[in-house]
């Protein structure tokens, strides 16, 4: 089975970066499409960014277009967020999620099987 650990969050200033980590055990995520979606107090799961098992497609929220960026690392079992420019209504927990050999409807939360325990990442002067 695997598990999914995220690490890295903080308190950051607006326009300043972060960099999550999601480490994964009990399994290679080589087959697996991996995401990031975050949590705001009072409000849904929401998508960030998903990246297929197959490396060929990357997709976006718009809301961080540009500003985000995700990255895998397979030889460390690792996902990665890039977070730059960021700003408070990037405030919220972040989580990490994965699914073996899924391709389709990757912004959706019920598109993953394993999630993280999140980690907070909160934007503010």
């Known amino acids: 089975q695997l598990q999914l650990v995220e690490s890295g969050g903080g308190l950051v200033q607006p326009g300043g970066s972060l960099r999550l980590s999601c480490i994964a055990s009990?399994?290679?995520?080589?087959?697996?499409?991996v995401g990031w979606f975050r949590q705001a107090p009072g409000k849904e799961r929401e998508f960030v960014t998903a990246?297929?098992?197959?490396?060929?497609?990357?997709y976006y929220a718009d809301s961080v277009k540009g500003r985000f960026t995700i990255s895998r690392d397979n030889a460390k079992n690792t996902v990665y967020l890039q977070m730059n420019s960021l700003k408070a209504e990037d405030t919220a927990v972040y989580y990490c999620?994965?699914?073996?050999?899924?391709?389709?409807?990757?912004?959706?939360?019920?598109?993953?099987?394993?999630w993280g325990q999140g980690t907070q990442v909160t934007v503010s002067s």
């Open positions: 009990g399994l290679t995520l080589d087959y697996y499409t």
């Open positions: 999620a994965a699914r073996r050999l899924r391709s389709v409807a990757v912004r959706a939360t019920t598109s993953y099987d394993s």
């Open positions: 990246r297929t098992w197959t490396g060929g497609n990357t």
